[in-house]
């Protein structure tokens, strides 16, 4: 029972949390992920971890997760903001 009082209490939570957002700024991939290796490193973690160490295994697997994900999102970023090269247009000659 506690543990569902707990699930939702942080779902309503965090939908509390993002209604206040700021702004509407465009999120780039950097941060969208370091979201999402968050939360795949903290279930990753969570799964490994044993006993008392089940605790500290979800946080450096959030804690590496993020890192990973806000890498591989950066480099993404970088990517598209190469210049591109003008099209070639040939105007059917």
Known sequence: MKSI???LG???LVAVLTACGTAPMPMNN?????????VLGGVAGNQFGQGEGKTAATIVGTMVGSAVGSQVGAQQDRYYQQPQPAPYYNRGY
Do not use: E, L, P, R
């Not at 950097?30 to 968050?38: D, K, N, Y």
């Open 30 to 38: 950097a941060q969208t992920g370091a979201m999402a290796g968050a």
């Open 10 to 12: 942080t779902i309503a």
């Open 5 to 7: 009082t707990y699930s």
